[in-house]
């Protein structure tokens, strides 16, 4: 049987699928669809063996969770929600930096004495003692609302499945209190609604996650290093930068302690003659600068990578690690 191109999972549309073609191209990774947006297959520049399918957000997690695809880019509360042993079918590689959406437990305004989750224990108790019914919760978040309210104690409940915009059920009647994503929170306010204390369920981002679950064979896992090595050589390349330095040989023996209280690296080893050239992590760079004027360089200049590949980067490891 001929073996399967690694299959990369990403959102069709939307914000989300601008934001994920950003993250790869940013690596060098370019997404390419043959027969224009309406092509849901496409494949990545620059990589064999690749083979980029472009679905809906919870398709991407159900395919994950199937191991229909090797790698995916999808958000944590998705992962979370749908995937019942999230952590044994998938491992999330690393965070994007876009999709923020924090799931939590929000209540009316008008609730001044409901502040946590407590609060909300006894507000449960007084429905069931002076109407005989349990507290409605309207969310699209069933499995993380179960599992949080059960570590908080609160079990007299019921959830209202929620289809259209959740935010508006206390107001419609439909439930008293909501489980649902937010970013501002400005959609809750304007609802009337307000965040308890200490009802933060998840705080979700877009993440790439890989599969426990594909075939992952020797043809997947070679081009599943090429694309993770690009992506940790773009990210390692944004967050360092090279500070070369003339430097009176006699004082180069103190370069350890500034490397050691920076956490800084020698990259070509100890310095012959008079120049110096340290790789460090970019918020330290003014701080070695500093450092090294005070050891008497001269002409310290700084520059930034475009990629800086490392002998190995941890989302391969991980990788690999995981998958065996």
Known sequence: MTETPLILAVPSKGRLQENAAAFFARAGL???????ALDYRGTLSGVPDVEVAFVSA????????????HLGITGEDLIREQIADADEAVEL?????????????????????????????????????????????????????????????????????SLGATEGAPGAGSAEIVVDITTTGATLKANALKIL???????????LVASARAPWSARTREAATA???????????????EVRAALDPSRASRLSAILQDFGATLPYGEPEGREAVIHCKASTVFDIVAALQGLGAKDVTVRAFDYLFRPTNTLTERLLKRIG
């Open 93 to 161: 590689l690393t965070p994007l930096g876009f999709g923020y959406a924090n799931v939590i437990v929000a209540v009316p305004q008008a609730w001044i004495d409901v502040r946590t989750m407590a609060d909300l224990d006894e507000v449960a108790a007084d429905l069931r003692a002076r109407h005989g019914q349990k507290m409605r919760v309207a969310t699209k978040y069933v499995n993380l609302t179960r599992r949080f309210f059960a570590e908080k104690g609160i079990s007299d409940y019921r959830i209202v499945e």
């Open 197 to 207: 204390d200490d009802g933060l369920i998840l705080r979700s981002e877009a993440n």
């Open 58 to 69: 919870s398709e991407i997690v159900s395919q994950l969770a199937t191991g229909a695809a």
């Open 227 to 241: 694309v993770l090595n690009r992506i940790a050589a773009e990210e390692e390349a944004r967050t360092s930068r």
């Open 30 to 36: 370019v997404f390419s669809q043959s027969r224009g």
